[in-house]
Nanobody
Framework: QLQLVESGGGKVQPGGSLRLSCAAS????????MGWFRQAPGKERARVAGVNSHGRDTKYADSVKGRFTISKDNAKNTLYLQMSGLKPEDTAVYYC???????????????????????WGQGTQVTVSP
């Protein structure tokens, strides 16, 4: 079992920055690939960023490339999403999620589909408006 708790959401003006955190407790955070997803009203949940279990390989949605940075601190059992240059279309509930297990030598990759993630946080609201 793995418990995930997001924090750091809020309201920010366009062009501003926020850093989301996802604190993990429980089983084998080090060995899990992780992702940040978001869901706006009336839209499907979609991955914005992912990182492999070793924390070295990252993936980003085209809409956030160059503005968002995902990082995985295995020593602190925490996942981060640094967001800058925020736009109104970034407004959504943001979720962190954990996927499959890797090993010390073979990292778990971060899938794109939400259905391939096993554990989810409760979400944190990000609102970008003047």
């Amino acid at each position: 079992q793995l418990q995930l708790v997001e924090s750091g959401g809020g309201k920010v003006q366009p062009g501003g920055s926020l850093r989301l955190s996802c604190a993990a407790s429980g089983d084998a955070f080090y060995y899990r690939a992780m992702g940040w997803f978001r869901q706006a009203p009336g839209k499907e949940r979609a991955r914005v960023a992912g990182v492999n279990s070793h924390g070295r390989d990252t993936k980003y949605a085209d809409s956030v490339k160059g503005r968002f940075t995902i990082s995985k601190d295995n020593a602190k059992n925490t996942l981060y999403l640094q967001m800058s240059g925020l736009k109104p279309e970034d407004t959504a509930v943001y979720y962190c999620a954990a996927a499959g297990l890797g090993t010390d030598s073979v990292p778990a990759m971060c899938p794109r589909l939400p259905s391939l993630y096993n554990y989810w946080g409760q979400g944190t609201q990000v609102t970008v408006s003047p």
